[in-house]
């Protein structure tokens, strides 16, 4: 993994996490919109400008690589850089959570 790559996603933005997690299944900006509003129970609503402009930039570094178009939309899906960029993520989100549950149970 290359300084940009490191740079760029960590830590992760809330968007790039949500586009890489919902990306292990291929789909399309909209529908990535939608799969967060739903496993996010409509916490977080990704707006539509931010979608596309990062799924350009992330295409371009790699991280996720577009498969077709289906109706006009493009798919696009996760990339193993990609894979690798979310464990890490993942694994700094792990150690936060274990830190903070260790201070809050300590007082």
Same mark, same amino acid.
């Given at each position: 993994?290359?300084?940009? =790559?490191? $740079?760029?996603?960590?830590?992760?933005?809330?968007?790039? %996490?949500?586009?890489?997690?919902?990306? $292990?299944?291929?789909?399309?900006?909209?529908?990535?919109?939608?799969?967060?509003?739903?496993?996010?129970?409509?916490?977080?609503?990704?707006?539509?400008?931010?979608?596309?402009?990062?799924?350009?930039?992330?295409? $371009?570094?790699?991280?996720?690589? %577009?498969?077709?178009?289906?109706?006009?939309?493009?798919?696009?899906?996760?990339?193993?850089?990609?894979?690798?960029?979310?464990?890490?993520?993942?694994?700094? =989100?792990?150690?936060?959570?274990?830190?903070?549950?260790?201070?809050?149970?300590?007082?």
């Amino acid at each position: 993994m290359d300084n940009h =790559i490191k $740079k760029v996603y960590m830590p992760m933005t809330e968007t790039a %996490f949500y586009i890489l997690l919902c990306l $292990k299944e291929p789909n399309h900006g909209y529908g990535i919109v939608q799969k967060v509003e739903q496993i996010t129970g409509g916490a977080i609503r990704l707006a539509p400008g931010t979608m596309y402009g990062s799924l350009s930039k992330m295409e $371009k570094d790699g991280v996720i690589r %577009f498969v077709r178009e289906e109706d006009k939309r493009k798919i696009y899906r996760i990339t193993e850089l990609g894979e690798v960029v979310l464990q890490v993520e993942l694994k700094r =989100i792990e150690r936060l959570y274990k830190n903070a549950q260790e201070v809050m149970a300590h007082g």
